[in-house]
């Protein structure tokens, strides 16, 4: 996307023409700044902190997201500890939106596992191999298919309380049909890609130990904050009606 300067701006000022996701970018684009492997290992630190850490993380990713908004692109922030409080009290809001929703959907999600569970006892009565498999293949499925829905559903909550930072606003549902309605084709494309991706990010991981395994979970959950980021300035570029910032802190 395109700015004049890189001065901080209204994101109403930042065009958004032609803006296009780069999928792989989301696992990469940490390694734009020339801080990126040390941000990576501080993120990764932070991580590992019960509750907090993850909570705290949110609120550096909608920083980075914010940022490069009003910035029209350019480098994203480094991670700092002064600014720990800043993201631990930014990144609530899409924590608390995001249990919320969660909790909505546990409903669904308790018919899904019972109706699972029904099929294979209902497959465990009959020796055929083939209704076995066929319910396992079922099984995968359903269970990529309750992931998309849920990731339809919560990724616009999310990006409206990790942006705009006020939990009451968040539940605008004028706003999540808007957004669904227009990036839904890339919303499953990054879900597909992030899910085809994080395996083989986990497995390198897993070639240097549990540390390595503890930065592939980091560097997974950074990619899925950037994509969310991608996702809103293509929603913007296709006529969305942009979140209301608070004022720079």
């Known amino acids: ?15 958004y023409k ?13 390694f734009e700044s020339s801080n990126g492997i040390v941000n ?6 932070i991580q590992i902190i019960p509750v907090i850490g993850p909570i705290v993380l949110l609120g550096y990713q909608y920083e980075i997201s914010e940022t490069l908004i009003r910035q029209g692109g350019g480098v994203y922030p480094d991670f700092s500890f002064d600014r720990f409080s800043y993201y631990l009290s930014r990144g609530v809001w899409p924590f608390l939106v995001a249990l919320v929703v969660g909790l909505l959907m546990v409903p669904i999600s308790l018919l899904l596992v019972f109706g699972l569970m029904f099929s294979f006892a ?21 269970s990529l298919g309750a992931g998309l829905v849920l990731n339809l559903i919560l990724i616009p909550f999310s990006i409206r309380a990790g942006l705009g930072q006020d939990f009451g606003k968040s539940f605008n549902f004028g706003f999540v049909r ?18 085809l991706v994080a ?6 991981g897993l070639l240097v130990f549990i540390v390595g395994y503890i930065v592939a979970i980091t560097l997974i959950g950074m990619a ?14 296709r006529g969305g009606m942009p979140i209301p910032f608070k004022a720079v802190n």
């Open 224 to 237: 899925v904050g950037f994509h969310n980021h991608q996702l809103y300035c293509l929603y913007l570029s």
């Open 199 to 204: 395996p083989i990010v986990l497995l390198a």
């Open 18 to 30: 032609n803006f296009q996701i780069g999928y792989l970018r989301n696992f990469s684009f940490l």
């Open 178 to 195: 808007q957004f669904i309605g227009l990036v839904w084709m890339e919303l499953i494309l990054g879900f597909l890609v992030i899910a």
């Open 1 to 15: 996307y395109e700015s004049v300067n890189m001065q901080p701006k209204p994101q109403e000022t930042v065009s």
């Open 122 to 142: 209902a497959a465990g009565t009959n020796s055929s191999p083939a209704i076995g498999v066929t319910v396992i293949i079922a099984m995968i499925l359903v």
């Open 40 to 45: 990576l290992l501080l993120c990764t630190a």
